[in-house]
Nanobody, 127 residues
């Protein structure tokens, strides 16, 4: 089991940057891939980025590729999402999530492949 808590959201102007953090508790954090998802009002939760258990592999949605960067520090039990060149369409609640399995070789984009979720942090980008 992994418990997650996001922080770092806020209000920013278009073109600005934010850094989201997700602090994890639990012994298996360092053995699980981690993902970031987001959900805008009236829309389904969508995949943003994922990183494998040791930080050696990452994968991004096309909508954020080149602007967002996912990273992790297993010594601090924390995963990060750096958001640059923000756009109004990036406005959403951002959630971090832990893979439902350990040491998986694949990187997953489906909500169903993650079984532990944080409470979310709001990111609002003004135009």
């Amino acid at each position: 089991q992994v418990q997650l808590a996001e922080s770092g959201g806020g209000l920013v102007q278009a073109g600005g940057s934010l850094r989201l953090s997700c602090a994890a508790s639990g012994r298996t954090f360092s053995s699980r891939a981690m993902g970031w998802f987001r959900q805008a009002p009236g829309k389904e939760r969508e995949f943003v980025a994922t990183i494998n258990w040791n930080g050696g592999r990452t994968y991004y949605s096309d909508s954020v590729k080149g602007r967002f960067t996912i990273s992790r520090d297993n010594g601090k039990n924390t995963v990060y999402l750096q958001l640059n060149s923000l756009k109004p369409e990036d406005t959403a609640v951002y959630y971090c999530a832990a893979d439902r399995d350990v040491f998986r070789t694949s990187l997953n984009v489906l909500v169903s492949e993650y079984n532990q979720w944080g409470q979310g942090t709001q990111v609002t980008v003004s135009s």
